[in-house]
Each structure stands twice: as C-alpha cells, then as structure tokens.
C-alpha cells in the first residue's frame, strides 16, 4: 500500500498517444471513445482501446473492466430539444468496487495528469458501478 501511495503521489507520464487520440476524436470525429489505462511498470498512462465512429455507449462499457479501473473520453452526440446537433465530450473515472485497492488509489491520484491534457472536455463523471455511468446518466448531464 506505501508502494502505491509513493507512485502516486510521484505522478503518472501521461504518453503522447494520449493526447493525440483524444484530439483525433475530438476535431477529426475519426473514433467515438478512448480508453486510458495505467501501466504501473512503466509508470505511464496508456491507450487501452480506441472505439470506432460506427461504435456507441454499449461498445465502451463493454471495453471497461469489471476488476480494475480505467479512464474513458466519450463523445455523446445528440439533438437539442431546439433540433440541433451537438455534441458533448465526457471524461469517465472507472473504479470499480472489484477492483484492486493499489489500483484505485493510482487513478484516483493520477487522474488530474490526465485531464490536465484533455482540453475540450465538457463534463466528468466518477462510476463504481455501471448503473452511476449510464447512457440516461450521460445523456441527463449532456441536456
């Protein structure tokens, strides 16, 4: 537990992919979700997975883990009740209660790293359970 506490605080090197995948979703529109993971041998968080434009909300918390934690970017588009077209980019901190106690304390403490690069994110939402990040969850918070 001090091993983890001490690399936390340390901070996580955020990879340059990082960022570039989440700009590609963000201007290009090339891919729907980015999964973030942290290698803890390397120190750094990682690309996990990287949704498909044909790919929806199921696709990511499908790429989700039930026993260990993970970050997601997702990019909900939607119609206003005025009939346009928006879209809103989501930051998700995965936790779940399975998950590993050295694991939650990395990503709790490292998430900033993270989100520090991600400019352009419009909302976060913070999940242990599947049912605290539903699509009535995102799609609530995006209106």
């Known amino acids: 537990m001090a091993m983890a506490y001490k690399m936390a605080t340390?901070?996580?090197?955020?990879?340059e992919e990082c960022q570039k995948w989440f700009m590609e979703m963000k201007w290009k529109k090339v891919h729907r979700f980015v999964v973030y993971k942290i290698d803890e041998r390397?120190?750094?968080?990682?690309?996990?997975k990287v949704g498909?434009?044909?790919?929806?909300?199921?696709?990511?918390?499908?790429?989700?883990p039930n026993d260990d934690c993970r970050y997601a970017v997702f990019d909900f588009?939607?119609?206003t009740v005025d009939n346009c077209q928006k879209s809103k980019i989501f930051f998700i901190a995965w936790s779940p209660a399975a998950s590993r106690i050295r694991?939650?304390?990395?990503?709790?403490t490292s998430k900033q790293?993270?989100?520090?690069?991600?400019?352009?994110?419009?909302?976060e939402v913070q999940a242990t359970d599947p049912s605290e990040m539903g699509f009535d969850v995102i799609r609530g918070r995006a209106q």
């Open 10 to 15: 340390e901070g996580m090197n955020v990879k």
């Open 42 to 48: 390397s120190r750094a968080v990682l690309v996990d």
């Open 52 to 64: 498909g434009p044909g790919e929806g909300y199921e696709e990511l918390v499908a790429a989700l």
């Open 77 to 79: 588009d939607f119609v």
């Open 103 to 108: 694991a939650k304390i990395l990503y709790a």
């Open 113 to 123: 790293g993270l989100r520090r690069l991600l400019d352009g994110v419009h909302y």
